[in-house]
């Protein structure tokens, strides 16, 4: 007689309602089994419920389960799939990754390409959930059997031939600890250029335009076409700052972001090529504390054209994130550098996760995935929150100030 203990996946779906999970359970109560792992989910209205038990018994008692299922199943109105021997594949778990994919809308043909590329690399796709429906479509493949170095470089072709943001990352305890988030400002948290704001308060937005236009052209590093353009601002009031600030337009979704990573105990800064004056108030407001930019000097009210100490630039930006990290103690791998252009590329190699954030090519070549949404807080998806974890997050608090 085999009394061996044996394995058998059980597989119910239908038409959701409650009461389901508890009669499956019920049923296996009366048998000598014991569970193993569940799997339950509800798409539009229909469950699908997978449980995996070990049988102990012989082959009456097996038959004895599946037959009890049946039961159930037909007085559920339920569908009921049994498999013997469906025992976990240990060695196919190995390297845990997490892939996210992102799109407005997300096509079929991109999910379709992932796939592949997953399975053709020797990898399994152990289960897909959705993580948000708008304002873009957001889902999570967790798989196993495949490195993120054999997936990150295909999986970027991918996303730019099928105009979908797709990242890859490790799969472990430390997508749950905390990160240190640090952004650059114009252009990604803010949709505004300061420096532009200021000319035109000071009425030089032509001079200043010329001399961004021979900083791209090469004639010009960062930090010279900084302090040009900074000393045709001479003489212009104090008092403009605070209108340059009340001009700025948040990029959609920054403040959703800010204020979800700081519920969660994530550190969050900002660095700019822009100036203190301006970015520093702004993120205050929304709970940012720590802020590196450069410092525009005041005398007796007005601008002097000068710009105080060093300036914050490529390398700059670079070492502010490891100034952070180093300061709350943060690894590298758990910090998180969004940007856009080139001033921004050290950040975003230096980082765990550099996030090119619809970004010029050189931004995009050096970070780790791109997000060409126009939606700031689409970076929380990246590192799996959700979009209900953010609305429920949201409405508690709500509550809680209203009572």
Do not use: W
Request: aromatic share 4%; glycine share 8%; charged share 25%.
């Amino acid at each position: 007689m085999n009394t061996t203990r044996r394995t058998l996946l059980i597989t119910l779906s239908g038409n959701d309602r409650p009461g389901v999970t508890r009669r499956l359970f019920s049923t296996l109560q009366g048998h000598a089994v014991t569970v193993l792992d569940v799997e339950q989910l509800v798409v539009r209205g229909r469950l699908i419920l997978a449980v995996l038990v070990e049988v102990t018994g012989d082959d009456e008692a097996m038959a004895s389960v599946r037959t009890a299922m049946r039961h159930a199943a037909a007085d559920l109105d339920m569908d009921v799939e049994t498999v013997s021997g469906a025992a976990e594949d240990d060695e196919r778990r190995r390297n845990r990754i997490h892939v996210t994919m992102m799109g407005a809308p997300l096509r079929p043909g991109a999910v379709a390409q992932v796939a592949a590329e997953i399975a053709d690399r020797g990898g399994n796709i152990d289960r897909i959930r959705r993580i948000a429906s708008y304002p873009v479509t957001a889902i999570v493949f967790e798989g196993s059997g495949v490195s993120v170095d054999d997936l990150r470089r295909p999986l970027a072709a991918i996303a730019a031939e099928q105009h979908a943001d797709i990242a890859v990352q490790e799969a472990g305890l430390d997508r749950r600890g905390q990160y240190l988030v640090v952004m650059d400002v114009d252009s990604t948290f803010i949709q505004d250029e300061v420096i532009d704001l200021l000319a035109d308060e000071a009425g030089v937005m032509e001079q200043v335009a010329a001399i961004t236009e021979r900083a791209m052209a090469g004639e010009l590093d960062f930090e010279q076409s900084l302090r040009a353009r900074a000393a045709l601002l001479q003489g212009l009031p104090a008092s403009a700052l605070a209108r340059v600030r009340s001009r700025i337009t948040l990029t959609p979704g920054a403040r959703t972001l800010c204020r979800t990573l700081n519920r969660l105990g994530y550190r969050v800064a900002l660095v700019s090529g822009g100036f203190t004056e301006v970015i520093a108030p702004i993120a205050a407001e929304l709970g940012v504390t720590d802020v590196r930019a450069n410092t525009l000097e005041v005398v007796d009210g007005a601008l002097t054209g000068q710009v105080i100490g060093p300036v914050v630039d490529r390398i700059g930006k670079r070492r502010a994130l490891e100034d952070f990290a180093r300061a709350y103690g943060i690894p590298s791998r758990r910090t998180i550098a969004i940007g856009d252009g080139a001033n921004d590329v050290d950040m975003l190699e230096a980082a765990g996760l550099g996030i090119a954030f619809n970004a010029k090519a050189a931004a995009r070549a050096a970070a780790d995935t791109a997000v060409n949404v126009p939606y700031l807080d689409s970076v929380l998806f990246l590192i799996g929150i959700t979009r209900e974890e953010i609305e429920s997050a949201d409405a508690r608090e709500e509550s809680q100030s209203s009572a």
